[in-house]
């Protein structure tokens, strides 16, 4: 089996680790690693719905996505600065919306509003992957303590499933998982695939960066990404029992 | 086979016309309509490329989408208007240029650009693959009389392929090609695919609206849209032969 | 007497078509076309009014002009991706508002609002008097079906008078009428006039582009411009009685 | 003869006060005051022209108008603060540039350029007016003082003509010259006149903001803005004899 | 002791000018001149505060500070043109407001609200707090007129104290007060002091420019400060006492 | 000595840490922690400077201050969203970008820019003091890099001096050292203080919150403030000369 640039297997993900009640203040929080990837996910909790949605009975999950200036390997410009946000970061903020709002019943969370604020430390590839990953588990904390503080009133559990997400690609032809900085520049194909904890797809997007790919090209990618997921939903489960704290999980090929 | 609600079967397209040179004063021009979604596109061809690319000896395809007012049901403000583009909008303009730029050989074309200004003038289901679809004819307009007008030069055809776009979704547990507005509305999982004229992807957008889907269920919809990519891309070839003029194509059940 | 450069007599128009109904959606749309200039006019109806204007029992009409990035010679950037609107292009959109304003009986109207969308297709002069023009018959069958489907409620007709609009120009010394793009580059003067069906003024709108202009000269393009204003308004009736579709006129030379 | 509010007659203009050299550092600079209107024009001469103008030998003039937020009688948000320039804005500085230009020789100026910024302290009916005539005086003062300075290095005078500009509309059924706001807010006609020093129209705009008007109205109206146009440009030639400071000059009734 | 370069004594202020009632529309309005430093201030009262504080019984007090383009020796560009407001302006306006805000009982206010508008016609170095020391008079003449007129009800005086401001620097080693432009140009530390009209300090801001500060230089910088405020306060209190109109002071060293 | 809600004496700080290195991309980073306020701090240098500078021969430092939407304990909206800096934001990074250039030495530096970018990833009092204290070492470490790589290329040290800053407050009548964000709520006057390793003033600014305060009390706070940077420079020289990672150290009462 080939090797890459960083010594992992093509199956291989990048060491993770999840780190929950980061901040003080938000009610779930995360600090999501996927190698040298850091993204810090704020769960925000408030009552009441935009007001398109009042008068519904269901509630609202949204999420906002963006990179400090230097998370880049060269500095960006603030997107504040410039005054206007950027395609590529509208893009990813409404596809971790979406995926977070696939898992969720709404009636069962009541008008209330969760915000998840994913904020890119550091990038090192797979940002939006490690911020899906993350997103969840903040969600699910803030959500435990919207019961426990009885903002979110139904009896029914609003989270139906879990999500994990991971990126695959066609590196010099093979297909490999979780791909780095070094790997994605260099990929023919790039995948995003977001799951849910039952192995059933979320979300699909893959992109030929270079070449077209056939079909089973994108089954093989499809393949390894579930493996990816499948392992992250456990890691997710993992943590989400331990009371607090840290966890450290390399599941890379050390 | 089940019927739907406008009578066509589950792999049937909506009617598709393309009508060549619409404009007078753009390079190429089309405006295509995939039943009642009307989408003019322009191509504009310039000698010289963004600040990023000069001196590469390598052209730039890009794209901008955008909707008028009027084009949906309801009027929505204009973006102009808002003072920004909105992310959806962001999203679709990112989509259209990645998708045409596989099927171009940047050092064919030179140190050129063009831009495919696709405008939806009516939205019923699918602006954005019938966009891709029409922009592909556009594209090749401009091509062919850039190279004639030798702003060109080089003796290389610059196109590797043809591209077109369908959409296909799971309406009421059932997998359907091309949904328009309602369908769309109505649909639990919604695709777009993008595929070269050879029936290589390009690109694979699948996204759960209410429930996350299988693998089966993935394979079934990407089946679909090979066929209607098929036959649009027959489409395309007959409309680039025709000297000048409008094709009329149903491809509908009638 | 004089020829042009397109062989019109100065008292000529250009070629006009009104097309109604060219949208779906819209309470009223027109596809207007002055010679090679194409303007979509679609008039979207709806109850109430701006905040400032709730409670007094009065409607509101506004229009937007806006033209697509290539409805020009060269491809202009679009406003929305610039992120503010020209001066050109808000002084345009205030002129076709008020003109149309000047004919509608605000109470018979009652607490509803007509917003006219005017997008520049194809621009070859004149775009702003095409405008106008369009939009009167667009308005007008808002206004019948808002009426038919009881959102206006008022027995009296809000409609008190046709308008129609016309430029005129001073080219090489001579009046003429409906100047296209060519004209309109080498003109001395041009003007904008604005007239009801029964030939009284709107507005009128004379700028020296090279030199200043005196009475007699202002008279004989006023003269021109009457005559203009009436053959369109003939026109504008004549395609409201038609139940549906096209009506081709030419009113130039030929 | 009838009289208006304030006692003048019809064919009154206000009092109107132009003061020169009201600020230090700009190369021309006058308050100009019509009757409470006080608008503060300031002429920036810088040598070099917009890059679009380069290398053609001839300069540009071009000029920005702005109010106040408490210029008028409520408070208005500030342009800046808002984010963008409104219609009305944009609207007025186009027409003062054009305005000025048409007197300006720009291959005398040579590639510099003068920009005439007009604050508009307080507002009381005729901003535009008193601004394209204060501004003429300013614009003369900067030439003067460019060519002194051997800025402007042609022997030929680039000022060809004087501007100033004033308005008049019909209140209750009779024209009036020089509306105040009381006067602008119930007239049926709104119109603007910019002519030169010899009599010669540059702009005419004239609008119906309630009545639609016939060409009898329209040339009474041009007969009275002719005859307040030539007492300001006699005032325009009195002050610039003066070699510095402020002439009063009440033209009305007393 | 030291002369400055224009004659002044290190303890000197520039002659100080404060005309009353320059605006016939604001409830408060004053020019203040320092020098060639000219600002007008607009003080605008309105029943009713922002949202935030509805219901509080409290009034509230904001200014927004801005610079005409041309009151700088080079012309800058507009805010309202670049679309956003700059750095210096936000700071200058929140430093006026929260000056103003410290001597005005909110309660004694009642729900009312006066905005400060503090536009700079001519810059010579001290427009903030030129700015101040005007925004004062403006706002204590807004307070009476609405005692006068019943809007503010309440018995108490709002008016706590008087406010007034200066700046000190040290150019060339000397300790020096109210610094025009060639001072300021040239100052190792920059300075404003804004105090009560009892000589308690409301705001402190000093700023190393080339050099850090000591102790020793603070506190010389302190006394100048505390000497021209109370000058000023004077002024002040003369100006307020006048029934009507301007007061001419020279404070300098003729 | 009065205690404070935390328990600590007026005259203590919270605990600070700096961990060195936070970022693997960044020239220069450091992770500066105040009590719970955490801010990270991101040194970019790139070789040139803004057009402004070029020629000059010297180099510049500004910075960029920004907060993440959940630093704080209710949500604030993204300044990226709304599209626009706001007035703190602005002041803040004016203020680090201002204390940060008065310790280089601009010729030693050359033609080379440092962006400081300061994130508050949780804010509870002190971000901007923090930020300045953090700042530095970030840039003495990107300047080191700048010099060993051959970037920077003077041999003159371009670091002229260290600098940290610290708030002080007046709470309850009593002067304290170091508010967090309970303190600082209640504080009648907010002072930041920037001073160099040697004790000499950078920029003191002290705001009456709610009184005017009188020499002696600034006299007290400047004090205190004093005795917070003495610690704070002994901190960073401490952090600076261990090679790599973490230094804990608690300041406070323990």
Chains 1, 2, 3, 4, 5, 6 share one sequence.
Not at 26 to 42: D, I
Not at 171 to 195: C, R
């Amino acid at each position: 089996m080939t090797t890459r640039h960083d010594g992992r297997k093509p199956t291989d993900l990048r060491e993770v680790r999840l780190t929950r009640g980061w901040l003080d203040h938000a009610e779930g929080s995360v600090l999501v690693e996927f190698g040298k990837t850091r993204v810090l996910v704020a769960a925000s909790l408030t009552e009441g719905v935009p007001r398109w949605r009042k008068g519904s009975g269901e509630g609202w999950v949204t999420a906002e996505y963006a990179m400090l200036p230097r998370a880049t390997h060269d500095r960006s410009d603030r997107e504040s600065v410039r005054g206007k946000i950027g395609g590529r970061t509208h893009e990813i903020s409404r596809l971790i919306g979406r995926s977070l709002r696939t898992v969720v019943d709404m009636k069962a969370l009541g008008e209330n509003t969760i915000v998840l604020d994913c904020d890119v430390l550091q990038a090192d590839g797979g940002t939006r992957t490690a911020a899906i990953t993350g997103a969840y588990v903040a969600l699910a904390d803030a959500i435990a303590l919207g019961r426990e503080r009885k903002i979110i009133r139904q009896s029914r559990e609003p989270l139906v499933s879990s999500v994990a997400a991971i990126s695959v690609g066609v590196v010099k032809g093979v297909p490999v998982l979780d791909l780095d900085y070094v790997e994605d520049s260099a990929a023919d194909t790039d995948m995003n695939v977001v799951m849910t904890g039952d192995g059933t797809l979320i979300e699909v997007q893959g992109t030929a960066e270079r070449e077209p790919f056939d079909r089973d090209m994108l089954n093989s990618m499809l393949d390894l990404a579930a493996g990816g997921c499948e392992q992250l939903a456990g890691l997710q489960a993992m943590v989400r029992i331990r009371p607090d704290g840290t966890i450290f999980q390399g599941v890379g090929s050390r």
